[in-house]
């Protein structure tokens, strides 16, 4: 007991000050796109072929996030002349509109919902459902409940049962198997509820758009109410959404 102490008094406050303080990521991680107008068309195009999702609009000259899995190819194929990849994790929004971008974000604070603000601001509980995910966007969210994030510490709890929640957090393209059961959940919270989708899978259908055994996008079944992109998003994206929004 006294040597757990000591190695705990060792190792001092682990717990991230984010918001108040900003965070450096990883030199190699890809947030927020930054792209460049004046690239030549053949460049755009060969950027809107390579990429795997679907994600640029050659004629507008836009990435839509909703798609995007954040892989880079579009900044290895431009050598950052088209496309290159900012360290910006504050990437959600709460149209899915906005989820296109040229570069710039509309504010996820200028579009919160003020009566969510008097609800849950001191508290809110959560149930996680994964619609068939591969459990990356889970893993990355189940992070936010260790030392370092301390999610608790913001009033913000996942908890087990839909009738102990204020809303849903889903990831997964939901499968066709799993849709009922994503349905029932949300009907079995208590209203007034939120509903927050998580990752490309959940936002479009990700790499599995197409398929139909899947559903492209969950704001096709539910009301959404805050969009989280990202492949998986990052747990700091994942915690900026949360506070931005609800808080």
């Known amino acids: 007991m006294l040597n757990t102490l000591k190695n705990r008094f060792e190792q001092g406050y682990r717990t991230t000050r984010y918001p108040k303080e900003k965070i450096e990521l990883w030199e190699r991680y890809r947030g927020l ?3 460049n107008k004046d690239a030549s068309i053949d460049l755009v195009e060969q950027c809107a072929q390579a990429c795997p999702q679907d994600a640029i609009d050659v004629a507008n000259r836009v990435i839509d996030m909703g798609r995007c899995i954040f892989c880079g190819t579009c900044e290895r194929i431009s050598e950052g002349r088209f496309v290159s990849f900012t360290q910006n994790f504050e990437i959600s929004v709460a149209e899915k509109k906005h989820l296109l971008t040229d570069g710039t974000l509309s504010s996820l604070a200028d579009h919160s919902k003020q009566h969510f603000k008097k609800l849950f601001g001191r508290s809110l509980q959560l149930r996680q459902v994964s619609a068939a995910g591969c459990n990356a966007c889970e893993a990355d969210l189940n ?5 370092f994030f301390d ?8 908890v087990a049962s839909p009738r102990h929640s ?9 499968s066709r198997n799993m849709k009922t059961a994503l349905l029932k959940t949300y009907e079995a919270v208590p209203d007034p509820k939120v509903v927050i989708a998580v990752g490309s899978c959940t936002l479009t259908g990700g790499p599995f758009r197409g398929s139909p055994e899947i559903t492209e996008g969950l704001d096709s079944l539910l009301p959404v109410d805050l969009f989280i992109p990202g492949c998986p998003p990052h747990p700091l994206t994942n915690l900026h959404a949360l506070l931005t929004y609800f808080k």
């Open 143 to 147: 992070v936010l409940a260790t030392p």
């Open 151 to 158: 999610l608790a510490r913001f009033g913000i709890n996942f």
């Open 166 to 174: 204020d809303g849903i957090v889903v990831t997964g393209p939901i």
């Open 33 to 35: 796109p930054k792209i």
